[in-house]
């Protein structure tokens, strides 16, 4: 776990992650939480790795941005 590693965390908002497909030809974001409450559960979630000792680096809560990443090890699982 990141607590045995000792490891960071990256933590980027993305209402797009709550996209529903099953419609069409346009994806749904409509099951997405509202800013204003997305916003509140999003600082508490760091709050809380950071109450745990993690360090925690984070984006800008509802800004466009361009995020990279390079995974490096031997196994990526995508968990649905």
Known sequence: SLLDTGGAALVISQFTLLAETSGGNRP??????RPE???P????????LR???VTVETGV???????ELTNDG???IILE
């Open 61 to 67: 809560f509802g800004a466009h941005m361009a995020v």
């Open 51 to 53: 109450a745990h000792g």
């Open 37 to 39: 409450l997305a916003e």
């Open 28 to 33: 749904s974001f409509s099951g997405a939480a």
């Open 74 to 76: 031997p196994v990526t």
């Open 41 to 48: 559960l999003y600082e508490r979630f760091l709050s809380a």
